[in-house]
């Protein structure tokens, strides 16, 4: 019956699409986890290639993490990085690193 087929393919498109914006809003601290990976749980970064974040301007912050996404600042992996993310979140991550103390 094609006609209900077309209403389990909508409903799974719009739970999909519902389940979607769920994680991006509870995504933060997610983000936040990934960039530890690289930059330390403490914003002090471990491998000698990566700055350290904590304690840094934020207005500095988030203006590399704007260039990282536009692509101003070339680097793959911090364009990669930054490519989901709200000028919204990047402020709000940018506070988060700020705040910190090395
Ligand atoms: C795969 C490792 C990796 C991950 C994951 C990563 N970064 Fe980076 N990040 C780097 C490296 C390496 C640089 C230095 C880039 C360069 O050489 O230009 C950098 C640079 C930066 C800078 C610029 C710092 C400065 O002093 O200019 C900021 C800000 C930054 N990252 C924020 C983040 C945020 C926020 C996340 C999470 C969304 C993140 N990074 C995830 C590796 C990573």
């Known amino acids: 019956m094609p006609v209900f087929r077309l209403l389990i393919a909508a409903f799974a498109a719009t739970a999909c699409g519902f389940a979607a914006v769920a994680q991006e809003r509870l995504g933060l601290s997610d983000v936040i986890a990934q960039c530890a990976a690289c930059h330390g749980a403490d914003g002090?970064?471990?491998?000698?290639?990566?700055?350290?974040?904590?304690?840094?301007q934020e207005l500095y912050l988030f203006n590399q993490i704007k260039?990282?996404?536009?692509?101003?600042r070339p680097h793959k992996e911090m364009r990669y990085m930054s490519r989901q993310l709200s000028d919204a979140e990047m402020q709000e991550i940018s506070h988060f690193y700020a705040a910190m103390r090395r």
């Open 67 to 72: 260039a990282f996404r536009s692509g101003k």
């Open 44 to 56: 002090i970064a471990k491998s000698a290639d990566v700055p350290h974040l904590a304690g840094q």
